[in-house]
């Protein structure tokens, strides 16, 4: 850090010569006009002595014309002025501009980094191990990071590590006031809102039945809508309050985002199961129930037809030859950017083309890879030699340019042998 400041009290230094020394050589420039006025005193003594000289007839009249001129010629080349000069004021304007200029300079300069700077970054990086999840094993280690966080507070990893081993050890208390931080420093980011939520509760008698954990929940939501750890909470804490059609809608929308085979979806799916009881025994419960139901199929279906694709796909005649009736066509959308697991499959075979063809969720591979959570995809038509999905060298194949999901009436052509 010493070395840091030295280096900048340099360049500040350097600064200031650049701006104040040519202020401060404009000043004394008027040096010139009193050496002037100097030179001219002496040559009017000079040229008195000559009148002196010649009147006492030391001097002839040749010598004195002589001498006089003399005297014209120096007048001409050392004195540039022939009026004395004003009195000068005791401070010349652009020297004191030149001394506040060099005093301001640096002290603006160190006050504008104070303001906008991040003097942390200048203090020694620790290394501080944690495992995949974050969480510091080590006393010594963890008590390092608070040191560093007080030091450094403006850094989101460090706010991460701290939170995370501190809900790991059960400190909710500080694993909350962590969290607060850290969302302060990431605002954007719904698992932190969903974890603060988490350790909010536990730390606050170990109920989800709080306004504050309420908020942080919605917040979570706002910009996750899917997330799950959010999900599950605000299904768990609508149970707490018997709100079971809540419960249920929020953990039906948890299980959709689960992997099958998930070791969290028959826990989920149990808690569903239980609300969907619950319900049902209030007064009025089986028909909101039923509504429920209905509703999510039918939100499902309108999701569905919205982010489905229509089009139609054919083969080039050009390639007709290089095909059986019987090879595999495969036809699927995939993410324009992001995985490359196809979101829709449709297999055929050659002798159905031409064919017109559809594509929508219904055909996802897997639950979170669908055509509806994607901005923009690219549809595939494949004649697969080896009767897989994955591209091979000798396959034939047609693409579309990046598309939306809910584009109707594509035409693919099969026109490309893959190298």
Not at 119 to 127: F, G, I, K, N, S
Request: neutral net charge; glycine residues 6%.
């Amino acid at each position: 850090m010493i070395l840091f400041w030295a280096f900048c009290a340099a360049l500040l230094l350097v600064a200031a010569l650049f701006v104040a020394l040519p202020l401060w050589r404009k000043a004394s420039s008027d040096n010139d006009v009193l050496r002037d006025t100097a030179n001219l005193g002496i040559l009017r003594d000079q040229a008195a002595e000559l009148e002196v000289d010649l009147q006492n007839g030391l001097l002839t009249q040749d010598a004195y014309e002589q001498g006089k001129s003399e005297l014209q010629s120096r007048l001409v080349e050392e004195v540039k002025i022939t009026e004395q000069p004003a009195a000068r004021p005791p401070r010349h304007p652009a020297k004191v501009l030149a001394v506040v200029l060099a005093v301001m300079l640096p002290l603006f300069s160190v006050l504008v980094y104070l303001a906008v700077g991040n003097t942390d970054a200048l203090l020694p990086q620790e290394a501080i191990v944690a495992d995949a999840d974050g969480v510091i094993h080590s006393e010594e280690a963890l008590q390092r990071l608070e040191k560093k966080v007080k030091r450094i507070s403006k850094n989101p990893a460090d706010w991460w590590m701290l939170a995370r081993t501190y809900t790991e050890l059960k400190r909710f208390p500080e694993a909350a006031a962590a969290y607060e931080h850290l969302v302060s420093l990431v605002p954007n980011e719904p698992q932190l809102w969903a974890n603060y939520a988490d350790v909010y509760a536990m730390a606050h008698g170990q109920t989800l039945q709080n306004d504050e954990v309420t908020k942080l929940i919605n917040k979570a939501l706002e910009l996750d809508p899917n997330n799950v750890t959010a999900l599950a909470l605000s299904g768990s804490a609508a149970m707490e309050r018997k709100d079971y059609a809540t419960a249920i809608t929020r953990w039906q929308t948890l299980i959709d985002q689960l992997q099958p085979g998930s070791p969290d979806i028959e826990v989920y799916r149990g808690g569903l199961k239980q609300a969907s009881v619950l319900l049902a025994a209030q007064p009025g419960g089986k028909e909101t129930l039923a509504k429920l139901s209905a509703g999510q199929a039918s939100e499902k279906t309108a999701a569905n037809s919205a982010a489905s694709i229509t089009g139609k796909v054919s083969l080039s005649p050009a390639l007709a030859g290089k095909v059986a009736p019987t090879d595999t066509v495969f036809i699927l959308a995939r993410a324009a950017q992001g995985p490359k697991m196809p979101l829709a499959v449709l297999r055929k075979q050659v002798k159905d083309l031409p064919l017109k063809f559809t594509l929508d969720d219904s055909m996802a591979m897997q639950p979170q890879l669908k055509l509806s959570g994607f901005q923009q995809v690219v549809v595939v038509a494949r004649v697969s030699k080896s009767g897989t999905p994955m591209a091979q060298p000798g396959d034939l194949q047609g693409l579309t340019g990046t598309i939306k999901p809910g584009v109707k009436g594509l035409s693919v052509v099969i026109d490309t042998v893959m190298p």
